[in-house]
């Protein structure tokens, strides 16, 4: 199946959320999103299983919308990031909701992975910890079959027993042959099972971060030979210091880079790999440029 997003725009009232937003899902892969609070990660996630609507763009699967094409709705499974729907039912009720859409739910994996997980189907879902009711969740949208799957903040505030079940569960979902599209704050367990992560800005870009046409964010660790120089280049947003050693993250070219670092006052330098948090960081520190 082609999964593809396309110039996906959102605005609420006179704030742009998603700006022309357009990349591509593959089964069998895990993609992450990643970016600040308030930065989109919902409402791109939202626009694309239909809660919301697009100003403009498109969700594609095969080259059909959900627009156009209801039905398709079927091969898509969302995840919020509370799965509080049902907390005045029971969770024995959550596959009746589910078969509405879903008419190949699987109903045998959805209560052996109950009883897997001890969660009570008898008990009243609002009895469950938030770390119960994720599991909970992901077990249900497994269960419906759905081949491009929608994971919102899954590991926020999980504790690591729980983290550790609900990445086997995505990594079991990706082996499957399933398009996994999650977003996160935890950023390190993220990276470790993601096989493409995208960075969505608060102003509503997204960043592949393992695109080396688009993204030139360098990490570089400068000794300086008395001090550390501050703003000595609009490119050079300084993350760390101490004493005589700076760590900077620049937005720059390689010839441009270069230049950066030709001064006399820099006693020696190494470049790093940067890791996705640091994007947190660029950001933040263009804001305050």
Same mark, same amino acid.
């Given at each position: =199946?082609? #999964? ?7 605005s $609420?009232d006179?704030k742009?959320v998603?700006?022309?937003i ?6 069998g ?7 600040? *609070? ?13 809660? !919301?609507? =697009?100003?403009?763009?498109?969700f ?7 627009a ?6 079927k091969?898509?499974? $969302?995840?919020?990031?509370?799965? @509080?729907?049902? *907390? !005045? ?13 879903y008419?190949g $739910?699987?109903?045998?994996?959805? $209560? ?16 469950f ?13 497994l ?12 590991l @926020?505030? =999980? ?10 569960y ?7 042959g ?8 935890e ?5 470790? #099972? ?13 960043i ?6 688009i ?12 001090e550390v120089?501050?703003?000595f280049?609009?490119? =050079?947003?300084?993350?760390?210091? #101490?004493?005589?050693?700076a ?14 670092l ?8 190494? #470049?790093?790999?940067?890791k996705?948090e640091?994007?947190? !960081? ?8």
């Amino acid at each position: =199946m082609k #999964i593809r997003a396309n110039n996906i725009k959102k605005s $609420f009232d006179d704030k742009m959320v998603l700006d022309n937003i357009s990349f591509d899902l593959e089964e069998g892969m895990i993609t992450g999103l990643v970016g600040r *609070n308030g930065s989109g990660k919902t409402t791109l996630l939202k626009c694309l299983c239909g809660i !919301y609507d =697009m100003d403009h763009g498109s969700f594609d699967l095969d080259g059909k919308t959900l627009a156009k094409h209801p039905k398709l709705i079927k091969n898509i499974g $969302f995840l919020s990031d509370r799965f @509080d729907y049902f *907390n !005045y039912y029971k969770v024995e009720n959550i596959p009746d909701f589910y078969r509405v859409i879903y008419d190949g $739910f699987d109903t045998s994996f959805f $209560f052996d992975e109950l009883k897997r997980q001890k969660i009570d189907a008898n008990k009243n879902v609002r009895n469950f910890s938030k770390g119960q009711k994720n599991i909970l969740g992901l077990i249900t949208i497994l269960s419906t079959g759905a081949r491009v799957l929608l994971i919102d903040e899954i590991l @926020d505030g =999980m504790d690591v027993l729980n983290k550790k079940e609900i990445v086997s569960y995505l990594l079991d979902a990706k082996d499957s042959g399933k398009a996994v599209f999650a977003s996160s704050h935890e950023l390190d367990q993220l990276a470790g #099972i993601c096989d493409y992560i995208y960075y969505l800005t608060i102003d509503g870009k997204l960043i592949n971060t393992s695109d080396e046409n688009i993204n030139k964010l360098k990490k570089v660790q400068l000794v300086f030979k008395n001090e550390v120089k501050r703003g000595f280049a609009k490119e =050079m947003i300084l993350i760390n210091e #101490i004493g005589r050693v700076a760590t900077f993250l620049v937005n720059a070219s390689d010839s441009r880079l270069k230049e950066l670092l030709d001064r006399e006052d820099i006693a020696q330098y190494d #470049i790093l790999t940067p890791k996705i948090e640091d994007y947190f !960081y660029l950001e933040r520190g263009q804001e305050n440029a």
